[in-house]
């Protein structure tokens, strides 16, 4: 398995050779290779059956030059603190091409939610907070959902924070966690908005990649972003071709239902079984998803999916990573070579970090905006980005991953 952390440097020294970077630079580059605090705490949980069991959990805070640190919490046995600092380092590009007053941070427990009882995972929620507690809050570091955390576990993480800061002011305390239940201080669309921020930015970029209007798509993942990217990009005409989850991918040449799909996954848990009732699908393996001939690929699952020994079947005009890191630094390599556009994470999964951010906003000034205007917002931003990204790439003759890292270097220096 590739470290997600020496991939994310890797970026970095690509970036650093282009020439605007060269003449800008002035240490950012150096102090953008360590983060400023990477902490791992202990979190003992008393378990149902009465023994204790010690939890390894991390805060990564890596740059805070433009905001509070910012981030997700991500649950996942593989978890472990390379990844976190290199989702921690995206996360800091990623506000900063967003033009958010955000820095980037990223959490992690290393727990397979799935052999936890809910009164465990409320537990173990609870002592990440309590372990954590002095580094956290609205002005400092806030953290949001990631991979198998979700508005409830938000929620849990709020109330423990309450508690333990005994700070009177509801509202900072609401802001110090976002991608809550909409009843305790969640912003409108902050659910979907990953998905539908990518594809705001796909949109957006659409006739420059020379993409057709109606676009064959594939997505890899089924999960929070995957779902939604789905249901979207059907409902706004598109044609989405294959979806997977964890299990293996269902395919259909002449489109998915997605209604039918998503309908499916909540009455079994999962994708599989799906084309036993759906005899015009057929199943089909996660490499085999990948190699599907379409417009639109959109890895929407984890780290490292697309790499040097997969990244030549690509047979995708385009693609939009709505994952983080799940193209390697040589898988990116090649499909620059063979002409196949990467829309990349920074940029395309952006959506989901800036709609926290105004649900921040909305907590801090005690208001709850309509969903249309949380989506008009979103689109200007997603747009803005989108476009300013092309533009740095253009003048630099590179890709867009170094289009966005280029912006986001730009800004994060001038506010140094
Ligand atoms: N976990 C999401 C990401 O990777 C969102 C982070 C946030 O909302 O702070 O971008």
């Known amino acids: 398995m590739q470290n ?3 991939n994310a440097m890797k970026q970095l020294d690509s970036v650093s050779k282009i020439a605007k970077i060269k003449s800008l630079n002035g240490g950012l580059i150096a102090q953008l290779r360590a983060p400023n605090h990477d902490i791992k705490i202990s979190i003992p949980v008393k378990m149902d059956d009465g023994s204790t069991k010690v939890f390894e959990g991390y805060r990564v805070q890596y740059n805070n030059v433009l905001g509070p640190y910012k981030g997700g919490i991500r649950y996942h046995p593989k978890t472990e603190i390379n990844d976190v600092k290199a989702l921690a380092f995206w996360m800091t590009i990623k506000c900063a091409v ?28 609870r002592g990440w907070v309590r372990g954590l507690s002095d580094v956290l809050g609205p002005y400092k570091d806030v953290p949001a959902p990631d991979v198998n955390t979700t508005a409830e576990i938000m929620a849990w ?62 997505i890899q993942g089924f999960g929070n972003v995957g779902g939604n990217a789905a249901r979207i990009f059907a409902e706004q005409g598109h044609t989405v071709i294959a979806v997977s989850d964890s299990h293996g991918a269902i395919f259909n040449e002449s489109g998915l239902d997605i209604k039918k799909v998503e309908a499916h996954k909540k009455k079994t848990g999962g994708l599989k079984d799906f084309s036993k009732e759906n005899l015009q699908t057929k199943n089909i393996t996660n490499e085999e998803l990948l190699a599907l001939s379409c417009d639109l690929l959109v890895p929407a699952a984890f780290e490292n999916v697309i790499t040097d020994t997969n990244a030549h079947k690509i047979r995708a005009k385009a693609i939009l990573e709505l994952a983080n890191g799940p193209i390697t630094p040589k898988a990116d390599e090649i499909l620059f ?55 740095k790439a253009e003048e630099s003759k590179t890709s867009l991953r170094m289009g966005a890292f280029i912006l986001a270097l730009e800004r994060i220096r001038g506010k140094m």
């Open 337 to 391: 070579k063979n002409n196949i556009p990467v829309i990349p994470d920074v940029l395309a999964n952006s959506g989901g970090v800036t709609v926290s951010y105004f649900e921040w906003e909305q907590n801090l000034k005690n208001e709850h905006w309509t969903e249309q205007k949380v989506f008009e917002k979103l689109r200007l931003v997603m747009e803005d980005a989108s476009r300013k990204t092309l533009e």
């Open 157 to 218: 993480m709020v109330d423990e924070f309450g508690k333990i800061t005994k700070n009177k002011n509801t509202n900072e305390v609401k802001a110090a966690f976002t991608g809550k239940p909409i009843d305790k201080g969640g912003s409108e669309g902050r659910d979907g908005a990953t998905g539908l921020g990518g594809f705001y930015v796909f949109d957006a970029l659409r006739e420059e990649l020379k993409l057709p209007k109606k676009c064959k798509v594939v």
């Open 4 to 6: 997600p952390f020496e």
């Open 98 to 125: 967003a033009n958010i007053p955000m820095g980037g941070g990223k959490g992690g427990i290393t727990v397979d939610p799935k052999n936890l009882s809910k009164s465990e995972l409320e537990k173990l929620s």
